[in-house]
């Protein structure tokens, strides 16, 4: 059949004249479609794109070139299919032959047609709606026959030729203005020679990739090396062209090499050269085997081998190597967990622990520190046994820094680790390797903690600077009952008398204030710095044993741009302060592309300016931190107002075409469509470039629709009520929940109105008893001021007095986020208060878009919500036994 096919392809080459492969020349079919791309010097510059079908490659030639900017239709012409072994072909073709000059593979990877899209009925109706998961071309891409063209009369695969259109999809992928790609990306994915170096004949030859069986699955994390198949997967071939052989000089091994370290910037490298790995979430060590004998090391250089017995034991069966990588913990999906890492070290069961290895320092009596990263992850790839359980190899991405930190955020992992591929292996922070990170987070240094009587309530810590402690804040949420039992003992064994702090901001001791001896490192997560350098809404992760409190100093992401890779950061802020990229009609926050930036939303955002797209994605930017854990993991709408708060809006819960790929979904019983779900920053990026200006998650706890997770009281007051009575009503259900032991927390609507909120366990408590004691609540609070209050949602019923609804506490209910703009006029903000704020002079309008992220920096209102959580059966109890 393929050989049917090729009778075109044959007809116009005489293999003893050129090197293209014949049609005779068989390569095997994948177990996944490939395409690649050639760029074509023949008597104009063009590029021939292929893609694997029955047998095949199905080509057109792309006149100038591919376009990453939907806007662009590109023409591309088909031509003969050609044969799979082309695939691999990069060579010159002689003048006088048909297609004669320079060939470059400029491309490839695995192509598949669009989910859901008939290809076999697209072939005859002349459009094919396909995905590439290339090195250069990803995401959604459409190939269109032109129809009403007069020489389009022949049929796919032969006859005269067609004209189609190569058209790129709008999704993450997407660039608008993409003018500079293949400028940028004038050489070769699989020898890195441009068309000059080629045609002379330089350089060293494309590696096989093609004629490959394509890998079981690819993408950007798996615990098993690679776990969704739709994301980039960058080969052996991209990787920096290898340097000559040298003679290996025999070196004794060294018992342990200090390691290199990563630069902190605010998104990875975007230039070539660079190998983007996944960060992972756990202890950094070095592995060393010697004789059969292994043994583990931490950063620091401490025998950890005891505590990882099955990891050692793994590994005795390798050659002499010393190995740089890290101990993971991995969930129940397979994601990295320093949360398990840390159970698993307490409890001693470290036999499900994985050893991640992505740098290699020394094999075959050789120190390789001297040798180029590409070389290094070579020979560990082929030291290191291929179904290993317990050892695995940390696979890289040659391109795309930003699409593969986008995809670690949107999976929930920690960053992105980018290495120079041509750099050696130099302890410290030479700057060829920087981290990008999803979430701030940082290493701390306990010197102290408070407590309220006898309970805890957070840690007192600070980071090193030219000697002294210095002190950066408090930490006072993630901490849970079983975390502190295990921390407590901890801290009272290195209490001490006197504060460990020094310079200037050292905090006060006090009777609630117990000092510690600063030896103690934490992992927090936290919303970024304040301007005098304490952390904002920081929580708790863990202790980190692997590192000493000496070592623990202020890190401050640098802009890629100015961060001058090659030298150490001489930048000392704490967070940086860089503004969105704007280039012509779009800006870019967070890497998430935000087209026409200044349409206004709001005709006032509350200082007299409008409120643009931008500012939205601004202001998600700055909250989102604080905001993602009300909304992480729960079903939620949201209300569009994509031409501005004046004209129409859309109320929207269900995923579905059109929505960003930024933008999680999860399913809800009973219903057959997808909902919404927010749960990394870029999300809410990808949501004001959507224009949805309010968020509306369910009340469930994360991930489980069907359990209640917090309560929400919502005081409605008729157009005639005063917000006074509003606040003494938001007073009184917080003294009626605190009766029934709950903890009530408080904040505005960004309306008229006040919500009381009180987070759950959601522990042997559904949804209609949640909103059966939520109604009762209510209810005795209307009957015992029925001229205040009532539960009848009638207008006509409601003059002077406050609605109390108790309806946001069913299972499909939700309620404006904390944090969330509101699509009304001033841009107002659903804000969080500490109930001494709840009083009156309460002024809830100025509390805006434009506000807000000022005075972020100082809200510690809702600090102790995440240990708020309680029980509601036993407040059920209480409350049926009466007063």
């Not at 096919?5 to 479609?33: H, I, N, Q």
């Not at 590109?74 to 032959?97: N, S, T």
């Not at 052989?245 to 390691?259: E, L, N, Q, S, Y």
């Not at 209510?778 to 015992?784: G, T």
């Amino acid at each position: 059949m393929a050989g049917r096919k090729l009778a075109a392809y044959e007809a116009k080459r005489d293999f003893s004249k050129t090197a293209e492969p014949s049609g005779k020349v068989g390569a095997a079919a994948s177990e996944r479609a490939r395409f690649v791309v050639q760029k074509h010097d023949a008597t104009r510059l063009h590029y021939d794109l292929r893609l694997e079908h029955a047998g095949v490659f199905l080509s057109w030639a792309v006149t100038r070139g591919p376009s990453r900017d939907p806007r662009d239709k590109r023409l591309a012409v088909h031509v003969e299919d050609h044969p799979l072994a082309y695939g691999d072909f990069e060579d010159v073709i002689p003048k006088g032959q048909y297609g004669g000059g320079t060939v470059m593979l400029w491309d490839r990877g695995w192509w598949a047609p669009e989910p859901g899209f008939d290809l076999e009925k697209g072939l005859k109706k002349g459009e094919i709606k396909l995905v590439f998961a290339g090195e250069r071309l990803k995401g959604g891409w459409v190939l269109v026959k032109i129809h009403n063209d007069r020489a389009a009369k022949g049929k796919l695969g032969g006859g005269k030729r067609e004209n189609w259109l190569l058209i790129k999809h709008r999704d993450e992928y997407a660039v608008e203005d993409d003018k500079a790609f293949l400028d940028d990306t004038a050489f070769s994915v699989a020898s890195g020679r441009t068309m000059a170096e080629i045609a002379a004949g330089q350089g060293r030859p494309p590696t096989p990739f093609m004629t490959k069986a394509a890998p079981a699955s690819d993408a950007v994390w798996n615990s098993d090396r690679s776990p969704e198949a739709s994301a980039e997967r960058a080969t052996e071939a991209a990787e920096a062209p290898k340097p000559k052989a040298r003679p290996a000089r025999k070196t004794a091994m060294p018992d342990f090499v200090p390691p290199q370290l990563c630069k902190l910037v605010d998104r990875p490298p975007s230039e070539a050269g660079w190998a983007h790995e996944i960060k992972f979430d756990g202890y950094r060590m070095q592995l060393r085997i010697q004789g059969g004998r292994a043994t583990l090391r931490t950063r620091a250089g401490l025998d950890w081998s005891a505590r990882f017995p099955a990891l050692t034991a793994a590994a005795k069966g390798l050659p002499d190597a010393l190995i740089d990588g890290e101990v993971v913990a991995l969930d129940e999906n397979g994601a990295p967990s320093f949360a398990g890492l840390q159970a698993a070290l307490a409890e001693a069961r470290t036999d499900d622990l994985i050893f991640f290895a992505f740098d290699l320092l020394y094999a075959d009596g050789e120190a390789l520190t001297d040798r180029p990263l590409s070389e290094r992850k070579a020979r560990l790839r082929s030291l290191l046994p291929t179904d290993g359980d317990r050892l695995r190899y940390v696979e890289h991405f040659a391109s795309g820094g930003e699409a593969v930190l986008r995809s670690a955020c949107r999976l929930s992992l920690e960053g992105v680790v980018s290495k120079r591929l041509d750099a050696p292996y130099r302890s410290g922070k030479p700057g060829t390797w920087t981290k990008a990170k999803c979430r701030a987070g940082h290493e701390v240094v306990i010197g102290g903690w408070t407590t309220t009587g006898e309970a805890f309530r957070s840690l007192i810590v600070g980071v090193y600077k030219d000697g002294d402690l210095v002190h950066v804040g408090r930490v006072g949420t993630g901490f849970g009952r079983d975390k502190v039992a295990k921390l407590l003992p901890r801290l009272e064994a290195h209490a001490r008398e006197t504060s460990p702090f020094g310079g200037q901001g050292a905090p006060r001791g006090g009777a609630n204030v117990h000092w510690v001896d600063p030896v103690l490192v934490a992992e927090i997560e936290f919303a970024g710095f304040t301007g005098d350098g304490a952390v904002r809404q920081a929580a708790f992760k863990g202790l980190r044993e692997d590192k000493p409190a000496q070592a623990v100093e202020a890190e401050a992401p640098a802009k890629v741009e100015d961060a001058e890779l090659a030298q150490p950061s001489a930048r000392s802020s704490a967070q940086s302060s860089a503004k969105p990229a704007r280039k012509g009609g779009k800006a870019q926050v967070l890497g998430v592309a935000i087209s026409n930036p200044d349409k206004p939303l709001w005709p006032d955002a509350g200082d007299g300016t409008p409120g643009t797209k931008l500012d939205l994605a601004d202001y998600f930017e700055a909250v989102g931190p604080w905001m993602l854990p009300h909304i992480q993991g729960r079903p939620c709408s949201v209300i569009r107002a994509p031409d501005g708060i004046g004209g129409e809006k859309f109320f929207q819960r269900h995923s579905g075409k059109g929505v960003s790929a930024l933008i999680d979904e999860t399913s809800v019983s009973g219903d057959r469509k997808p909902y919404l779900v927010f749960n990394t920053p870029e999300s809410l990026i990808a949501a004001a470039q959507w224009g949805a200006s309010e968020l509306h998650p369910w009340n469930c706890r994360p991930g489980q629709p069907e359990v209640p997770g917090r309560l929400v009281f919502d005081l409605d007051p008729a157009p005639d009520v005063p917000f006074e009575a509003v606040i003494e009503g938001a007073r009184e259900i917080r003294d009626r929940l605190e009766a029934l032991g709950l903890v009530p927390f408080c904040k505005t609507t960004g309306g008229k109105g006040l919500h009381v909120v009180t987070p759950l366990k959601g522990e042997g408590v559904d949804w209609d008893a949640a909103k059966a004691f939520a109604r009762e609540v209510c209810a005795r609070m209307a009957a015992d001021s029925p001229d205040l209050y009532l539960l009848n949602m009638a207008k006509k019923a409601r003059d002077g007095k406050i609605f109390l609804d108790y309806l946001r506490n069913d299972r499909m209910s939700t309620a404006v986020a904390p944090l969330s703009p509101r699509a009304r006029p001033g841009a107002p903000v659903s804000w969080p208060l500490a109930w001494t704020q709840v009083r009156k002079g309460l002024g809830p309008s100025r509390f805006n878009l434009r506000t807000v992220p000022d005075l972020l920096k100082r809200l510690d209102a809702w600090d102790g919500y995440a240990d708020a959580e309680r029980d509601l059966a036993p407040a059920i109890r209480k409350l049926a036994k009466g007063p």
